[in-house]
């Protein structure tokens, strides 16, 4: 059973990779995958309980990622629809692409630490299409702009959803995490960023082209709706983490009642306008606009990888690097390797498995560079993380053009930044 799931997760992870060439969708591929590797689990795992429950449990996790990626993505189309972004790229007046590349990762790096790595993405890419109007350019971007969330996520508690998981296990704590991870995380983005400002330089800003506004003007939203929509829709994503902190609620609760507040503001603002001068701006319209082919894939790809989880085979693995590899270092970054291709969260909760808080106390080399490479590794393949998966379906990134563009960058980033860590750790002890 365990060499054919591996089989069918290799042949579906190729075909998603191919996908341009073999001329079928990834989503169909990780939805096949998914649909396959539960079956053989179900026909030849164990007890009909057992396979309900686990089932049961990874729906569950599944479900809240999407949920949250369903209630980010519509309020940005929101926001969007009320050209709410117009508030941030009527105040960037740079030419040079190169200085608007290290804007966007700077920005990006930090508002991935208290918002999270996967809305940071959603906004920030989104917004990359009011700025940029050659889709090469915005490609670049979206790369910079995953490299630069989940490194920003990986310093804080609350930035990256592994990050969160070793917070609340007890492994590392809020202060300490902080001042250990800044440098090698901020190492992480700036020297991909130094490398793609090398090959941009000299480039200019071309926006994108005017929408034809003739016979528009009547439906076009007024300042006040604009910047209500903007500071209310943002205000929601941002007080998400604040929400989950506070309640205790997973992150998906926060995102669905900021939603409903959305949409009741909404609705109110426009209930005095006609049915055909309103219809563009409703949240049922933003509804309709999202990608759904994307949200599928992330479906897809999320229930295969749990599927191995519930075989093992993971857990296998991380016993496997300990026995053969040895050093912890080693381990980690080996690690951080793998979650460019199966998913992190499983790999750190296997991790969290292995290793005892009893042998390795909070704030433990090991808990920190775990939170590190795991938190930034990712960023190596485009579905190596959500972050890359919302940018994927953002822009329809292909998986070939990720590995021959930004997955050198990424693994230089990440390379550079453990490197970093390990240094700072031998030199301060911490």
Same mark, same amino acid.
């Given at each position: 059973?365990?060499?054919?799931?591996?089989?069918?997760?290799?042949?579906?992870?190729?075909?998603?990779?191919? @996908?341009?060439?073999?001329?079928?969708?990834?989503?169909?591929?990780?939805?096949?995958?998914?649909?396959?590797?539960?079956?053989?689990?179900?026909?030849?795992?164990?007890?009909?309980?057992?396979?309900?429950?686990?089932?049961?449990?990874?729906?569950?996790?599944?479900?809240?990622?999407?949920?949250?990626?369903?209630?980010?993505?519509? !309020?940005?189309?929101?926001?969007?629809?009320?050209?709410?972004?117009?508030?941030?790229? @009527?105040?960037?007046?740079?030419?040079?692409?190169?200085?608007?590349?290290?804007?966007?990762?700077?920005?990006?790096?930090? %508002?991935?630490?208290?918002?999270?790595?996967?809305?940071?993405?959603?906004?920030?890419?989104?917004?990359?299409?009011?700025?940029?109007?050659?889709?090469?350019?915005?490609?670049?971007?979206?790369?910079? +702009?995953?490299?630069?969330?989940?490194?920003?996520?990986?310093?804080?508690?609350?930035?990256?959803?592994?990050?969160?998981?070793?917070?609340?296990?007890?492994?590392?704590?809020?202060?300490?995490?902080?001042?250990?991870?800044?440098?090698?995380?901020?190492?992480?983005?700036?020297?991909?960023?130094?490398?793609?400002?090398?090959?941009?330089?000299?480039?200019?800003?071309?926006?994108?082209?005017?929408?034809?506004?003739?016979?528009?003007?009547?439906?076009?939203?007024?300042?006040?709706?604009?910047?209500?929509?903007?500071? %209310?829709?943002?205000?929601?994503?941002?007080?998400?983490?604040?929400?989950?902190?506070?309640?205790?609620?997973?992150?998906?609760?926060? &995102?669905?009642?900021?939603?409903?507040?959305?949409?009741?503001?909404?609705?109110?603002?426009?209930?005095?306008?006609?049915?055909?001068?309103?219809?563009?701006?409703?949240?049922?319209?933003?509804?309709?606009?999202? =990608?759904?082919?994307?949200?599928?894939?992330?479906?897809? $790809?999320?229930?295969?990888?749990?599927?191995?989880?519930?075989?093992?085979?993971?857990?296998?693995?991380?016993?496997?690097?300990?026995?053969?590899?040895?050093?912890? =270092?080693? !381990?980690?970054?080996?690690?951080?390797?793998?979650?460019?291709? &199966?998913?992190?969260?499983?790999?750190?909760?296997?991790?969290?498995?292995?290793?005892?808080?009893?042998?390795?106390?909070?704030?433990?080399?090991?808990?920190?560079?775990?939170?590190?490479?795991?938190?930034?590794?990712?960023? +190596?393949?485009? $579905?190596?993380?959500?972050?890359?998966?919302?940018?994927?379906?953002?822009?329809? $990134?292909?998986?070939?053009?990720?590995?021959?563009? $930004?997955?050198?960058?990424?693994?230089?980033?990440?390379?550079?930044?453990?490197?970093?860590? !390990?240094?700072?750790?031998?030199?301060?002890?911490?």
């Amino acid at each position: 059973m365990l060499t054919l799931m591996v089989l069918i997760f290799v042949v579906a992870y190729v075909c998603i990779a191919l @996908e341009h060439p073999l001329k079928i969708n990834k989503s169909a591929s990780a939805l096949l995958g998914a649909g396959l590797l539960w079956t053989v689990y179900a026909v030849m795992g164990g007890s009909p309980e057992t396979l309900g429950s686990q089932l049961g449990e990874s729906l569950m996790g599944t479900a809240q990622i999407v949920f949250f990626l369903l209630g980010a993505m519509t !309020i940005v189309e929101v926001i969007d629809a009320h050209d709410g972004f117009e508030v941030i790229t @009527e105040r960037i007046q740079t030419q040079s692409l190169t200085r608007l590349l290290w804007l966007v990762g700077v920005i990006t790096f930090f %508002l991935s630490s208290v918002l999270d790595n996967l809305t940071t993405t959603i906004v920030m890419v989104s917004l990359m299409r009011k700025l940029l109007g050659q889709r090469e350019d915005r490609l670049f971007f979206a790369g910079i +702009i995953v490299i630069a969330a989940n490194a920003g996520g990986a310093w804080t508690p609350i930035g990256d959803v592994t990050t969160t998981m070793l917070w609340i296990g007890g492994q590392i704590t809020t202060v300490n995490i902080m001042t250990s991870l800044f440098i090698p995380s901020a190492v992480n983005l700036l020297v991909p960023l130094a490398v793609t400002s090398f090959f941009l330089r000299g480039k200019t800003v071309v926006p994108p082209e005017s929408a034809d506004l003739s016979g528009k003007a009547m439906l076009a939203s007024t300042a006040f709706e604009r910047n209500l929509m903007f500071v %209310l829709g943002m205000g929601i994503l941002v007080g998400v983490p604040a929400f989950k902190t506070l309640t205790h609620l997973p992150p998906f609760m926060g &995102i669905l009642l900021g939603l409903g507040v959305l949409w009741l503001v909404g609705d109110l603002v426009h209930r005095d306008k006609a049915d055909e001068h309103k219809e563009h701006l409703t949240l049922v319209n933003a509804l309709s606009r999202i =990608d759904m082919a994307s949200i599928t894939f992330f479906i897809g $790809i999320l229930l295969a990888v749990a599927a191995l989880e519930h075989i093992h085979l993971l857990s296998a693995l991380a016993t496997w690097l300990d026995h053969s590899v040895g050093r912890l =270092d080693l !381990i980690v970054i080996l690690i951080g390797l793998v979650s460019a291709v &199966i998913d992190n969260v499983p790999l750190v909760a296997a991790s969290m498995g292995m290793y005892k808080l009893a042998d390795y106390p909070a704030d433990h080399f090991l808990w920190e560079f775990m939170a590190y490479c795991a938190g930034t590794g990712g960023s +190596i393949l485009i $579905i190596g993380s959500a972050a890359g998966v919302a940018a994927m379906g953002l822009e329809r $990134i292909d998986f070939i053009w990720w590995v021959r563009r $930004i997955s050198g960058l990424a693994l230089v980033g990440y390379l550079s930044g453990a490197l970093i860590y !390990i240094v700072q750790f031998r030199l301060l002890g911490a």
